[in-house]
């Protein structure tokens, strides 16, 4: 099962999210990949050490990846670039767990990225470009159902706050996207195109394939909407507060699902995780506050994998 973490507007909790029910699967002995799209790294910098990943893994990054396929210069997998963070795993296995979590680190350098391979979409024939087009946005999916194939369980992608071609080829290649968001204004509006650019994309790749009749080459596409994951919600007894509630309530109205467990804010417990290096839901905590973020974050995960089961079209 490959999964988008997907919303334009940044500072939503992509990152948090993906984490979080990442980790908290692992715990449950799932095997999981991490992929982080985004080129703030912030994914990659909540498992590995900065010091670290400029030691060992900066030339191991999904950007080389992208990087061999604009210049065509060689073959390289998505395996090779497959690094398993240290401490969460020591985590995992402390707590006798006998799922792991694995990483694909990103690149500030991804910014220029999307530039080239937008570069490669256009320039041709109609027909050129229609193939290009279907080369460019199907790649990730195939390399990484292939490697979903050998090795895992869940496979999730960090996707930075844009809907640049990087972000695009992330959507191609999901079964499922998952769209944290913010309960305000703004937000509200966002999700609603968010969605519908994410369907124009689908239905755009689809028929291009069916134009060529590339049937054979490429599959169509279809992935699902697992839902939106309110987060950073201000709580009181438990519940989300009433000036809140409209928000939610609002994209419930327009049919888009919602999940009804909410991630509330706490600052003081979310940002000093992606120093510690092993996301909140494992983390050694003790106290009522802590306690109830963790079974918090324990339901998500669990209406996600319910979620899952029960499909909902895009
Ligand atoms: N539930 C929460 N309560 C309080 N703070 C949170 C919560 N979730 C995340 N944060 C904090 O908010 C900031 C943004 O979160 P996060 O990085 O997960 O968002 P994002 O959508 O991935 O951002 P970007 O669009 O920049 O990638 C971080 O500093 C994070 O620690
Ligand atoms: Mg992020």
Known sequence: MICSVINYKGGVGKTTVTANIAAQLAREGNKVLLVDLDPQTNLTFS?????????????????????????????LHLQDLVIRPFRVNERLREMNSSGSIDLISSHLGLINVDLELSAKLWGGSERSNRRNFLFVY?????????????????IFIDCPPNFNVVTKTAIVASDTLLIPARPDYLSTIGIEQL????????????????????????????PTLAGVVFTMVEKRRGEPISALRQYIEQVINQEIPAFETVVR???????????????????????????????ELKELTEEFEERLSNGGSL
């Open 47 to 75: 498992f590995i050490r900065v010091d670290e990943w400029k030691r060992d893994y900066q030339d191991r990054t999904i950007k080389r990846w992208y990087d061999s396929f604009i210049d065509s210069d060689q073959e």
């Open 138 to 154: 199907s790649r990730l999916k195939e390399g990484l159902k292939q490697l979903e194939a050998q090795n895992y369980d869940y």
């Open 195 to 222: 969605q519908r650019h994410a369907k124009e994309l689908v239905f755009e790749y689809n028929n291009k394939l069916e134009k060529d009749d590339l049937g054979t080459e490429f599959e169509r596409i279809a």
């Open 265 to 295: 804010e706490n600052k003081t417990v979310f940002s000093d995780a992606p120093e510690l290096g092993v996301p909140v839901v494992l983390q050694r905590l003790s106290g009522d506050t802590y306690r109830s973020i963790q079974t």
